[in-house]
């Protein structure tokens, strides 16, 4: 070990240009702030979007429409591919953790099963909502469809 060898312990010291400390730290004087101006004065602090007078971003988009916060989604699962997963997988239950695995939904989605294509395996369908087409070819195929 040598003296000139000798270093701080690797995160103990601070790196970042330390400004305003004296003429000696390199950035006294001015603090980088420059020569006179709002923007060197104590305190100040421009309002968020702020473009120097320009007309801002988002007051030069246009506003329109509503967002319902109480809107529900629904991941929309049709029979053809409940009949699919009949098939290839021989399920017979299909609840919504056999829906995640075989990744149609996620574990946090409400599940709504519709009506398009066909239905020819008799399989118990365990689901949030079910559209009057979905429900009635799932009961024509000796299903059951069991609302959650």
């Known amino acids: 070990m040598n003296l000139n060898k000798l270093q701080p312990a690797a995160g103990s010291t601070f790196s970042s240009k330390r400004i305003g400390r004296g003429q000696g730290s390199g950035y006294g004087g001015t603090s980088t ?40 989604e629904y991941r929309a ?29 996620k574990k946090s989605e409400i599940v709504k099963i519709m009506g398009r294509g066909e239905l020819k395996a008799s399989v118990s369908v365990h689901a949030h909502k079910f559209t009057k087409s979905a429900e009635e070819a799932i009961a024509k195929a000796g299903g059951k469809a069991i609302t959650l």
């Open 33 to 72: 702030k420059g020569h006179k101006g709002q923007k060197s004065r104590a305190g100040y602090s421009q309002k968020i979007g702020f473009e120097g007078g320009q007309m801002p971003l988002q007051r030069r988009l246009p506003k329109f429409g509503f967002n319902n916060v109480n809107r529900k």
């Open 77 to 105: 699962i049709n029979i053809d591919t409940l009949q699919i997963l009949a098939d290839t997988k021989n399920i017979t239950d299909i609840t919504k953790d056999v829906l995640v695995e075989n990744g149609l939904a």
